[in-house]
């Protein structure tokens, strides 16, 4: 079993910045890589981005790419997502996520979830 618990959601205007925090427990070596989601209202959980346990490569959304960073810290069994140049349309409830095996992108293949932390980006 592994446990995520989310934090540094909050309110924003747009341009500005805002940095999540996913702490995992639990048996995280058996992960194959922590990943971001989001949900905004009336639509469905989409992929942010992942980073994999092991070598560290990460990935990214391309409505996402060059604003938001993902990093790990293996020690502190922490994945952070840094977001920046922040949008309206960013607006979601964002989610960590852990995946044993599968296809890092797709939301089904996730085995464990945060309970989801709330981003609100103001026009």
């Known amino acids: 079993q592994v446990q995520l618990v989310e934090s540094g959601g909050g309110l924003v205007q747009a341009g500005g910045s805002l940095r999540l925090s996913c702490a995992a427990s639990?048996?995280?070596?058996?992960?194959?890589?922590m990943g971001w989601f989001r949900q905004a209202p009336g639509k469905e959980r989409e992929f942010v981005g992942t980073?994999?346990?092991?070598?560290?490569?990460?990935y990214y959304a391309d409505s996402v790419k060059g604003r938001f960073t993902i990093s790990r810290d293996n020690v502190k069994n922490t994945v952070d997502l840094q977001m920046r140049s922040l949008k309206p349309e960013d607006t979601a409830v964002y989610y960590c996520?852990?995946?044993?095996?599968?296809?890092?992108?797709?939301?089904?293949?996730?085995?464990?979830w945060g309970q989801g932390t709330q981003v609100t980006v103001s026009s």
């Open positions: 980073i994999r346990r092991s070598g560290g490569t990460i």
């Open positions: 996520a852990a995946i044993r095996h599968g296809s890092i992108i797709r939301v089904d293949d996730y085995d464990y």
């Open positions: 639990g048996r995280t070596e058996r992960m194959y890589a």
